[in-house]
């Protein structure tokens, strides 16, 4: 007789891990089922982000800045450095070791809360139940109550630019997470978030980077007006980059690779040392259930849910990176909680308008809510406030005064729509406008606010303050 738990989750990333301690924190008997080996060849938990995605790159992004700024950011301190020198090996054990004590932390936290780790591959098969087959190829089956499916997604392959890590030569997010040596040459196909942060990464190590983006639009997400900036900033700092660049064939040379693109200008060839295929995600549904259980994929191979998760049979949810929405850690995290409560008889929900997107660039970019060119087009009226860092004492003082912070309104009801921020720590600033959000709260709320002074978060207040024509430190318009 198989085992029955309340609870079986499939995928112990963000989405799924968050989940499962969520259930068992509310009473339920919860199992895990994960099959991801890590760089050591150890099992692990924690999935694409702590193991080789928003943890380590966000440490990379970090070392990579410091080591940046120790070389060109001091002089304007007048602070001379001398002697500044790269150890890539131990920027890189000090990541690996950041995400073990991370990684390993998840499995702590399932013993503190009971919830039991199943090693191996998950798979639903009718009336839920989940068979999962070891490393040594031993296969169980067990029971569940309820089943949700967080199993994520990968890299999207192109036949032009085929990927092999190990090799080292092209490669997806992963390898060139771990590249041993600063290539002298990195080339990057597709300029959306993991190729600015990782392009991003390498250009401050000493590479020159450059990208190839097959549209014409930069960051077609993010508010085009901060994208304008992001797009003058990142050129300023030296990434190429190449709009309207479609790859169409690569080809090994012995210093590299050779990559053939097509452009306004028409057909290209630039060599490189070392290729990043960064060009989007694909869920992970393939070997996920069994066809007798009868789970319902859409067109992009993303399990199909309701606004609760809830997929087409009773019991069974999804969530995180494996269902429609932003691929982001947070949100994946967040529907774990929303579903765990719904499981337990609770009321959990989930505002899919108030997601924070944050690019860990230099500076940062983030926004939650709206953009102008979605309320444009979905003809809402709406005010602007802006405020520039550059009138901002708190940023002045870090030195980092570029960029701004971008305020949408209801013209008629003043209702915060939108928030976007392109500057010094835009990933902090960002929460306050998403607790606006969350709170329903108007752009008059932000700026009947008191704001510590000074701080960066004054350019927010200002901004929100600019939406009526009254911010006090700038000459309003
Ligand atoms: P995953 O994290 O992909 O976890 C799924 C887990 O399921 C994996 O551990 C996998 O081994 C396991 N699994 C899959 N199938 C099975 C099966 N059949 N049986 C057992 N186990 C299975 N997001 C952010 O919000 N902020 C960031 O800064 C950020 N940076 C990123 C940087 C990079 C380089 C990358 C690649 C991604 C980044 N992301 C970031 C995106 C983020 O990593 C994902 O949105 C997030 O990991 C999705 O969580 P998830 O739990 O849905 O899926
Ligand atoms: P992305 O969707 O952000 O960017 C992919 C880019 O590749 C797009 O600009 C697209 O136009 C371009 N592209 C697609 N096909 C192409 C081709 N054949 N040639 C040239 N360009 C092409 O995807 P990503 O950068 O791979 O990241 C995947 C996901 O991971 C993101 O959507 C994001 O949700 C998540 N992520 C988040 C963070 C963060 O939150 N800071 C960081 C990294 C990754």
């Given at each position: 007789m198989a085992k029955t738990y309340d609870v079986v989750v499939i995928g112990g990333g963000p989405a799924g891990y968050v989940a499962a301690i969520r259930?068992?924190?509310?009473?339920?008997?919860?199992?895990?089922?994960?099959?991801?080996?890590?760089?050591?060849?150890?099992?692990?938990?924690?999935?694409?982000?702590?193991?080789?995605?928003?943890?380590?790159?966000?440490?990379?992004?970090?070392?990579?800045?410091?080591?940046?700024?120790?070389?060109?950011?001091?002089?304007?301190?007048?602070?001379?450095?001398?002697?500044?020198?790269?150890?890539?090996?131990?920027?890189?054990?000090?990541?690996?070791?950041?995400?073990?004590?991370?990684?390993?932390?998840?499995?702590?936290?399932?013993?503190?809360?009971?919830?039991?780790?199943?090693?191996?591959?998950?798979?639903?098969?009718?009336?839920?139940?989940?068979?999962?087959?070891?490393?040594?190829?031993?296969?169980?089956?067990?029971?569940?109550?309820?089943?949700?499916?967080?199993t994520g997604s990968r890299p999207i392959d192109i036949d032009a630019a085929r990927v092999d890590n190990a090799e080292g030569l092209i490669v997806d997010s992963t390898g060139a997470l771990d590249f041993r040596k600063v290539p002298e040459t990195l080339g990057v196909i597709g300029a959306g978030v993991i190729g600015l942060e990782l392009g991003s990464?390498?250009?401050?190590?000493?590479?020159?980077?450059?990208?190839?983006?097959?549209?014409?639009?930069?960051?077609?997400?993010?508010?085009?007006?901060?994208?304008r900036e992001a797009l003058r900033q990142f050129k300023k700092q030296?990434?190429?980059?190449?709009?309207?660049?479609?790859?169409?064939?690569?080809?090994?040379?012995?210093?590299?690779?050779?990559?053939?693109?097509?452009?306004k200008d028409g057909e290209q060839k630039i060599t490189v040392e070392k290729l990043l295929v960064s060009v989007g995600r694909r869920p992970n549904t393939d070997n996920v259930a069994a066809p007798e259980a009868g789970l319902l994929l859409n067109e992009g191979g993303f399990i199909h849910v309701d606004d609760r998760c809830e997929a087409n049979l009773p019991g069974v949810y999804a969530i995180g990176d494996v269902v429609r929405g932003p691929m982001l850690a947070h949100k994946g995290?967040?529907?774990?909680?929303?579903?765990?409560?719904?499981?337990?008889?609770?009321?959990?929900?989930?505002?899919?308008?108030?997601?924070?997107?944050?690019?860990?660039?230099?500076?940062?970019?983030?926004?939650?809510?709206?953009?102008?060119?979605?309320?444009?087009?979905a003809g809402i009226p709406y005010k602007v406030g802006s405020f520039p860092f550059s009138a901002n004492g708190r940023a002045k003082a870090m030195d980092a005064a570029n960029g701004m912070v971008k305020i949408l309104a209801h013209a008629q009801t003043d209702a915060l729509l939108g928030c976007h921020i392109i500057g010094p720590f835009a990933s902090e600033l960002v929460q306050e406008a998403v607790l606006a959000l969350e709170f329903h709260a108007s752009s008059e709320d932000l700026a009947r606010t008191i704001h510590g002074h000074p701080t960066l978060y004054e350019a927010v207040h200002e901004a929100a303050l600019s939406v009526h024509g009254r911010a006090l430190h700038k000459i309003n318009t």
């Open positions: 259930c068992a924190q509310l009473g339920l008997e919860t199992a895990c089922v994960e099959e991801w080996i890590n760089f050591k060849g150890d099992p692990a938990l924690g999935g694409t982000c702590l193991n080789v995605g928003c943890i380590p790159s966000k440490t990379l992004l970090e070392s990579s800045e410091q080591y940046h700024h120790l070389r060109h950011g001091m002089g304007a301190h007048g602070i001379h450095v001398e002697g500044v020198r790269l150890d890539l090996d131990k920027m890189m054990a000090r990541k690996d070791d950041i995400v073990l004590q991370l990684t390993n932390g998840i499995g702590a936290l399932f013993k503190a809360n009971g919830v039991e780790w199943l090693q191996g591959h998950g798979k639903l098969l009718a009336e839920r139940q989940v068979e999962i087959t070891a490393r040594d190829g031993s296969v169980e089956v067990v029971g569940a109550d309820n089943v949700i499916v967080a990464v390498w250009n401050r190590l000493g590479s020159k980077v450059i990208m190839l983006e097959a549209v014409e639009d930069f960051l077609v997400l993010a508010d085009q007006q901060v994208a030296g990434l190429d980059i190449r709009l309207g660049a479609r790859v169409i064939a690569t080809q090994k040379t012995a210093g590299g690779v050779e990559v053939s693109f097509k452009d995290s967040e529907e774990g909680i929303m579903v765990a409560e719904n499981i337990a008889g609770q009321h959990g929900h989930l505002n899919y308008d108030a997601i924070p997107w944050v690019i860990y660039t230099n500076p940062e970019i983030a926004w939650v809510g709206r953009t102008e060119q979605a309320l444009k087009s």
